[in-house]
Structures are given as C-alpha cells and as structure tokens.
C-alpha cells in the first residue's frame, strides 16, 4: 500500500493568500464606486424618485365659476402683484405644487420642497431681506436663485417660469402671500 502523500502546505497558505488579498481590494473598491456615485450626483437624492401627476379632467388652467364657487376658504384678493388668489389656489392645485409643499391654505401636505406657511417669510430676510412678493415670484421662475436651508437645487421644475403666463405667475404669488399675511 502506497503512502499516503502529505498536503502540501504552501498550496493552503497561498489560498489563504489569495482570498485576503481577494478581500482587501474589493472593500475599497466597492467603496471607492459607493463614494464616486454618492459625491457626484450634484445635489440630487441618492434614490431617483419620478412622480407622475396628472390633473383631473375638470380642472382647467382657467378656474371656471363653479371651481372659484368650492373654494370658498381662499378669498379673492388683489395684492401688491395685483394676482388673484382664489385663482392661484386653482392654479396651485392643477400645477401640483401640493405634491411637493406644505401649504395650510392649499391643503397640501407635501415634504420634499419648502413649507410654504412658514419659509417663504424665513428665507426672504435670509436673501438679503428680499420684498416677499419679489422673492416669491422669483422662487416660481427662477426656483434655483435661492435654495432654502436644507433642500437641494434641482428639486424644483424651472419651467414654471415659461410654462405660466404673468398674469398665472401673479396669481400664484397672491395665494402664497395671502397664506403668509396672517
């Protein structure tokens, strides 16, 4: 009967070998890709989040007289920008502005853009104590000429600015004033 040959012990200790080595590298480079795609998404959420709104059939851009009759608990009221806010609350609700914020007035109890009852006021002195209605109406056409503390650029269309008419843009901006006047 032949012996039986003894393992060799350097076959082992090389794949022990190979296995740390397999280890050490791949643990920074795992984290090394982690880090790449995390720092380099420019402000945008590690998770990409689409949300699709669609209006509903009865809403038109133009609130129409039963639409201004059901929302009794915005008043008409002209302001400095000479809007209409029982006209921006329609054009509020039909824009999907109360997907992303907060609005008491709105009834929207959106979270990933600014509260609306209390930063626009917060965040006007904190840009260079801006005119409220002015820094409203810049936070609609130009959403990236400030960011509030805590969000990022980018969370915001920029389209709004083209999409809306002025007069829209001016409604808008007497619902969110008329939501900070109290």
């Given amino acids: 009967m032949p012996r039986r040959r003894r393992p ?3 076959v082992s200790a090389s794949e022990i070998f190979v296995w ?3 280890a050490l590298l791949l643990f920074p480079a795992g984290f090394a890709g982690w880090a790449v ?3 380099t998404s420019l402000g945008k959420p590690s998770a990409t989040v689409t949300q699709t709104v669609t209006a509903a ?3 038109s851009s133009t609130p129409t007289t039963t639409a201004v009759a059901t929302t009794g608990a915005t008043t008409t009221s002209s302001s400095a920008t000479g809007g209409n806010a029982t006209a921006g609350k329609a054009l509020f609700a039909s824009s999907s502005c ?3 914020h907060t609005f008491t007035p709105a009834g929207a109890t959106g979270t990933i853009g ?3 009852d209390t930063a626009p006021t917060a965040s006007a002195k ?3 104590n801006m005119n409220l209605a002015a820094f409203v109406k810049q936070s609609i056409v130009d959403p990236n000429a400030y960011i509030a503390k805590g969000y990022h650029s980018g969370l915001m269309p920029t389209t709004f600015g083209t999409q809306l008419s002025a007069k829209q843009i001016d409604d808008l901006v ?3 004033l008329s939501g900070q006047q109290k």
């Fill in 8 to 10: 060799n012990p350097w």
């Fill in 20 to 22: 740390v080595l397999f």
């Fill in 37 to 39: 795609g995390h720092y």
């Fill in 57 to 59: 059939s009865s809403t």
């Fill in 98 to 100: 109360s997907s992303c």
């Fill in 114 to 116: 600014p509260n609306l």
């Fill in 126 to 128: 904190a840009d260079g």
């Fill in 174 to 176: 007497a619902f969110v």
